[in-house]
């Protein structure tokens, strides 16, 4: 049975994504967002969050609850996969300044 792999290009698209995020997000254990950079909320925090404005993509845990949002962490990215940033659920939510990665082509046939 080969391995499970969600997305296509991700290696392409980001190339100086660690590989544990590569694998986590290929097996489906954290998920990828891009940032909405044009909106308010965004332009607010990144205001008062070092390097946030570098950032274009955010990974979080795919399985964590709305209950539990303040313990997570998120990580921000760069649009090569560096990382820029690493913010605690307690300082940010996330809801409004995210969309799905319009550039990660989503693999069809997985078994």
Do not use: P, W
Not at 89 to 109: Q, W
């Amino acid at each position: 049975m080969g391995e499970f792999i969600k997305f296509e290009n991700l290696e392409e698209e980001l190339v100086d994504l660690t590989d544990v995020l590569k694998n986590s997000l290929q097996s489906e254990v954290l998920s990828i967002k891009k940032l909405v950079k044009s909106c308010d909320k965004f332009k607010k925090i990144s205001k008062t969050i070092c390097n946030l404005d570098e950032a274009e993509y955010v990974i979080f845990s795919k399985y964590m609850t709305k209950q539990f949002h303040q313990s997570e962490s998120y990580i921000f990215v760069d649009a090569t996969g560096k990382n820029v940033c690493n913010v605690s659920g307690r300082d940010i939510d996330l809801y409004d300044m995210i969309m799905d990665c319009e550039n990660l082509v989503e693999k069809k046939d997985q078994y």
